[in-house]
């Protein structure tokens, strides 16, 4: 792209029918989700079986796929945390943060993560407890292996994806003033062909894997949502309550949305981390403390001594398919937030430069997501290992129901478990809002500020997917519209890094060129020079 485009080509246009949106990523990205959703609603019957049989067979054969496309990414991401690009800004050397640190960490945390640690936090380590694929079920070496595979799935990994998609979006659009899309990130690999069927096609993969991406939190969450009501209120269980509460919660997501990012998503953001901070820190003090203090340097222990054997692990020699219904899952369903995750987390995070932005997004929330993993995991394994025990059985049950069984067992679970679903419900709200801006950015040929319609659109639509997906075989179809959305972006992942590295490569080289230029200068020399160094320009995609 040309340097030279003039200020109206860079104006917003008038959209379709008074909105703002790109045709074909727009129409088409909607046309196959609610095909998905009428399929599921005609086939009910039968689509649950469908849904297994994908699940089945891309887990079995891409899972290698999976695993080896996580550890490519978290190898570039700590390259970029300790190379030679880690001093470049977002935004240029005179770029500040829009936000303040703590609202930065409050927004990422919740968008990446919320309500899968409020589902997984003690039912994931209890499940590998119970039926471990690497030790004994119930002695002390499964719980050890319990809490290095709940590390493995919820720390570095997950976070190196996020921080490679927000940091490419955030360069190109920020750096490189291309427009908030994801063929953005592409332009050093394709050029202007962006601008055609190739960028059409990678922004409706994002936007469908994102769709599904969320839709399988808000699935998980609501699932939540009712087993804390069943248990406080005896509320039954069932689809047609979850669905109810969908539309509910929904209603609340499409206000935050509607009141825009700082009024609406940041507010919400600093008050469900607040309010996630107060429940972990009452399990912590009313807990077993000192249980839980002594785990965490040993998780951390055993997570950095096995990290090597358990990220490549790939059930070779055991001939076993356990990683299906887990690592596969997790790691295309991390793949299927990316773009979600990364778009919101780069759209907030101008002003920062690279190392600062790396340390930020990988690091920081790994170290808190173990924190609260120890937390909740340990003490429930405590209580099944040397006290009255009933956790375990209660998660093979019903898995939704882990969070509030634990609470059982310490005082005020009553009040605790009205917190929780409090903390849940907020989580529901941010990820769904938070969605719904950043597919309708996407849809909007990278417009940053879309119109308000729009992203009631696709919030209500966040919901209607998945009530779909609950109506489809709950957890089975949400684990599976995770991994199969996430397969094919994943091979997109794998060119964004590359495209990335060049991307950054020439950034460099034209700094240091202006620099030179300019005789080696002062500081507010070489803050001019980047200036005017030439961009791509911020064209519309149609």
């Known amino acids: 792209m040309s340097a030279n485009h003039t200020r109206a080509e860079t104006a917003?246009?008038?959209?379709?029918?008074?909105?703002?949106?790109?045709?074909?990523?727009?129409?088409?990205?909607?046309?196959?989700?609610?095909?998905?959703?009428?399929?599921?609603?005609?086939?009910?019957?039968?689509?649950?079986?469908?849904?297994?049989?994908?699940?089945?067979?891309?887990?079995?054969?891409?899972?290698?796929?999976?695993?080896?496309?996580?550890?490519?990414?978290?190898?570039?991401?700590?390259?970029?945390?300790?190379?030679?690009?880690?001093n470049i800004r977002l935004g240029g050397e005179s770029?500040?943060?829009?936000?303040?640190?703590?609202?930065?960490?409050?927004?990422?945390?919740?968008?990446?993560?919320?309500?899968?640690?409020?589902?997984?936090?003690?039912?994931?380590?209890?499940?590998?407890?119970?039926?471990?694929?690497?030790?004994?079920?119930?002695?002390?070496?499964?719980?050890?292996?319990?809490?290095?595979?709940?590390?493995?799935?919820?720390?570095?990994?997950?976070?190196?994806?996020?921080?490679?998609?927000?940091?490419?979006?955030?360069?190109?659009?920020?750096?490189?003033?291309?427009?908030?899309?994801?063929?953005?990130?592409f332009y050093p690999l394709f050029g202007d062909r962006i601008y055609g069927w190739i960028g059409n096609v990678i922004d409706i993969m994002a936007t469908v894997a994102t769709m599904f991406g969320v839709a399988t939190s808000l699935?998980?969450?609501?699932?939540?949502?009712?087993?804390?009501?069943?248990?406080?209120?005896?509320?039954?269980?069932?689809?047609?309550?979850?669905?109810?509460?969908?539309?509910?919660?929904?209603?609340?997501?499409?206000?935050?949305?509607?009141?825009?990012?700082?009024?609406?998503?940041?507010?919400?953001?600093?008050?469900?981390?607040?309010?996630?901070?107060?429940?972990?820190?009452?399990?912590?003090?009313?807990?077993?403390?000192?249980?839980?203090?002594?785990?965490?340097?040993?998780?951390?222990?055993?997570?950095?001594?096995?990290?090597?054997?358990?990220?490549?692990w790939n059930e070779t020699y055991e001939n076993t398919e356990w990683q299906n219904g887990w690592t596969v899952f997790y790691w295309g369903w991390w793949i299927s937030w990316s773009p979600f995750v990364g778009m919101f987390i780069a759209r907030v995070s101008?002003?920062?430069?690279?190392?600062?932005?790396?340390?930020?997004v990988l690091l920081v929330p790994t170290l808190v997501t173990f924190l609260w993993v120890t937390t909740f995991g340990n003490s429930a394994l405590n209580i099944?290992?040397?006290?009255?025990?009933?956790?375990?059985?209660?998660?093979?049950?019903?898995?939704?129901?882990?969070?509030?069984?634990?609470?059982?067992h310490f005082p005020l679970s009553v009040l605790t478990s009205a917190l929780a679903v409090m903390v849940i419900v907020t989580f529901f709200v941010t990820s769904s809002d938070s969605g719904s801006l950043v597919i309708d950015i996407i849809t909007a040929g990278g417009n940053p500020e879309p119109p308000r319609i729009q992203r009631v659109f696709w919030a209500i639509t966040e919901g209607v997917v998945a009530s779909a997906l609950l109506l489809g075989g709950g957890l089975v179809a949400l684990q599976t519209a995770a991994i199969s959305t996430g397969l094919p972006f994943a091979i997109v992942l794998l060119g964004m890094a590359l495209s990335l590295h060049k991307g950054l490569a020439h950034y460099q080289e034209v700094q240091a060129f202006e620099f030179r230029a300019e005789g080696g200068g002062t500081r507010e020399m070489r803050?001019?020079?980047?200036?005017?160094?030439?961009?791509?320009?911020?064209?519309?995609?149609?």
């Open 12 to 86: 917003p246009a008038q959209g379709w029918l008074h909105l703002d949106v790109h045709p074909w990523v727009f129409f088409v990205s909607a046309g196959i989700i609610l095909l998905f959703v009428a399929m599921t609603v005609v086939f009910e019957q039968d689509i649950d079986q469908l849904f297994a049989a994908i699940q089945t067979g891309v887990s079995f054969y891409a899972g290698w796929f999976f695993v080896g496309t996580m550890n490519i990414i978290l190898i570039f991401v700590v390259s970029l945390l300790l190379g030679r690009f880690g």
């Open 95 to 185: 770029a500040r943060p829009e936000f303040s640190t703590a609202a930065w960490f409050a927004m990422l945390f919740s968008a990446g993560m919320g309500i899968g640690l409020l589902f997984f936090g003690v039912a994931e380590p209890m499940f590998h407890f119970v039926a471990s694929p690497l030790a004994e079920p119930g002695t002390a070496d499964a719980a050890r292996k319990a809490m290095d595979f709940t590390f493995l799935h919820w720390g570095l990994h997950p976070w190196a994806i996020y921080a490679l998609v927000g940091l490419s979006l955030a360069f190109f659009s920020f750096n490189r003033h291309l427009p908030l899309s994801i063929r953005s990130v």
């Open 219 to 312: 699935g998980l969450g609501v699932q939540q949502v009712n087993a804390g009501l069943s248990h406080l209120l005896g509320i039954p269980q069932g689809v047609p309550v979850q669905i109810a509460l969908i539309a509910g919660i929904t209603a609340v997501a499409t206000w935050s949305v509607v009141r825009g990012l700082n009024a609406g998503i940041k507010r919400l953001s600093q008050i469900n981390i607040v309010a996630a901070g107060a429940l972990m820190v009452f399990v912590l003090v009313v807990g077993p403390t000192l249980f839980i203090a002594n785990a965490l340097l040993e998780n951390i222990g055993y997570y950095v001594q096995n990290f090597a054997q358990l990220s490549t």
């Open 350 to 360: 101008y002003g920062r430069t690279v190392r600062e932005f790396v340390k930020g």
């Open 384 to 408: 099944e290992m040397f006290g009255a025990g009933g956790i375990a059985a209660a998660v093979q049950e019903d898995i939704p129901v882990s969070l509030f069984v634990l609470l059982e």
């Open 527 to 542: 803050t001019g020079a980047t200036a005017r160094m030439p961009t791509f320009g911020r064209r519309r995609f149609w």
